[in-house]
């Protein structure tokens, strides 16, 4: 299904309507959630879950359950190669072939192919970089998030909004460091529970007691594991993963900016309590690969007209510096992180919490 293919709302009710707003996080971390939502929607257990399935079969929804923590968990990093054109195809093959690989985006810049890697160590992650470099014959940019000033992909999306958040005006926003070497110091429970559920939960009427049987473990301890993951910030939230493309939200523009250095928190914090920004984060320059840029920004929107006229708003009220704006033009990969080797590095970890 394309963005806005005839009309994705066609056959959406008032129900289906509150399933997508309202339930992109805050699922209940209960043995039987869909109970819970569909008292709470005014539908039976049965009809809550039906109806997520149609959407996930749809496409509007992604895939159901937990959105996890690349920074927290483990060592992540944007990434960049500059392909040359006639190659393009044959690099992006090679850097979608890892698993730790979870997103991949062409934009219209030299810097052609962006991508993500997410790992359970630094040494993990540099390791698959360096034989990217060395396989494609690309130089890397590499460039892992520093300060997180605000990050989500959570909003409306029954709607006519021109831009992601349009209808939000409520945002929390602060300077979150973030240190390359995060392991999250996991408990075997927490990690083989992380591994089973990164790539969604299984729609069922048990979701949680599918998990626990998968890495045979008690239902109640699974809940109480993800109860502390929500609340240590491993797992940012559960809920319906919105397919932000689908639904219309496909003209999204990473706009790179030369900020002042004892001007970054002041302007990040401000730049990202925006209602139209979706994502602000500091990552480092690269002077020797020419690449003078420190703060990055999001913002999705259905239209590229609103998508720049809101860009023209930031240049000119808030960031008035030297800046870039990379359009994404085609996604190469777009799956959840991969965290598959937590768990051997958890069952040799002395840190652990849970027992």
């Given at each position: 299904m394309s963005a806005l293919d005839d009309d994705w709302?066609?056959?959406?009710?008032?129900?289906?309507?509150?399933?997508?707003?309202?339930?992109?996080?805050?699922?209940?971390v209960v043995e039987r959630p869909f109970?819970?939502?569909?008292?709470?929607?005014?539908?039976?257990?049965?009809?809550?879950?039906?109806?997520?399935?149609?959407?996930?079969?749809?496409?509007?929804?992604?895939?159901?359950?937990a959105v996890l923590n690349p920074p927290v968990i483990g060592s992540s990093?944007?990434?960049?190669?500059?392909?040359?054109?006639d190659r393009f195809d044959e690099v992006a093959a090679v850097v979608n072939?890892?698993?730790?690989?979870?997103?991949?985006?062409?934009?219209?810049?030299?810097?052609?192919?962006?991508?993500?890697?997410?790992?359970?160590?630094?040494?993990?992650?540099?390791?698959?970089?360096?034989?990217?470099?060395?396989?494609?014959?690309?130089?890397?940019?590499?460039?892992?998030?520093?300060?997180?000033?605000?990050?989500?992909?959570?909003?409306?999306?029954?709607?006519?909004?021109?831009?992601?958040?349009?209808?939000?005006?409520?945002?929390?926003?602060?300077?979150?460091?973030?240190?390359?070497?995060?392991?999250?110091?996991?408990?075997?429970?927490?990690?083989?529970?992380?591994?089973?559920?990164?790539?969604?939960?299984?729609?069922?009427?048990?979701?949680?007691?599918?998990?626990a049987a998968a890495i045979d473990a008690p239902v109640d301890r699974v809940l109480a594991a993800v109860d502390r993951l929500l609340a240590d910030g491993c797992i940012k939230r559960i809920g319906c993963v919105v397919n932000h493309v689908v639904t219309g939200f496909d003209a999204n523009c990473m706009v790179v900016w030369d900020v002042p250095d004892g001007e970054l928190d002041d302007r990040g914090t401000d730049v990202g309590s925006l209602p139209y920004v979706t994502l602000c984060y500091h990552r480092p320059r690269r002077p020797d690969q020419g690449w003078p840029y420190n703060l990055f920004t999001m913002i999705h929107g259905r239209d590229p007209a609103a998508v720049d006229e809101m860009i023209d708003e930031l240049a000119a009220e808030h960031l008035p510096f030297t800046h870039e704006r990379l359009y994404s033009t085609e996604t190469l990969k777009q799956t959840g992180a991969r965290y598959d080797e937590l768990v051997a590095s958890a069952e040799g970890d002395d840190r652990s919490r849970c027992r």
């Open positions: 709302r066609a056959g959406l009710d008032e129900v289906d309507a509150a399933l997508i707003d309202g339930y992109q996080s805050g699922f209940p109970r819970v939502v569909g008292e709470a929607l005014g539908v039976s257990e049965d009809e809550a879950l039906r109806r997520v399935r149609d959407l996930r079969e749809r496409g509007v929804f992604r895939r159901f359950g990093t944007l990434a960049a190669v500059q392909a040359p054109e072939e890892y698993r730790q690989v979870n997103h991949n985006y062409r934009r219209d810049h030299a810097w052609n192919m962006w991508f993500v890697v997410t790992a359970g160590s630094r040494e993990k992650r540099d390791a698959i970089l360096a034989e990217i470099e060395e396989r494609t014959g690309c130089a890397v940019l590499v460039l892992p998030m520093l300060t997180d000033y605000y990050i989500d992909l959570e909003f409306p999306v029954v709607n006519d909004d021109r831009f992601a958040r349009e209808s939000l005006t409520e945002t929390e926003v602060s300077a979150t460091r973030i240190s390359e070497d995060a392991t999250g110091s996991l408990s075997p429970l927490e990690a083989a529970l992380l591994v089973e559920i990164q790539g969604g939960f299984p729609l069922s009427k048990t979701p949680y007691r599918d998990v």
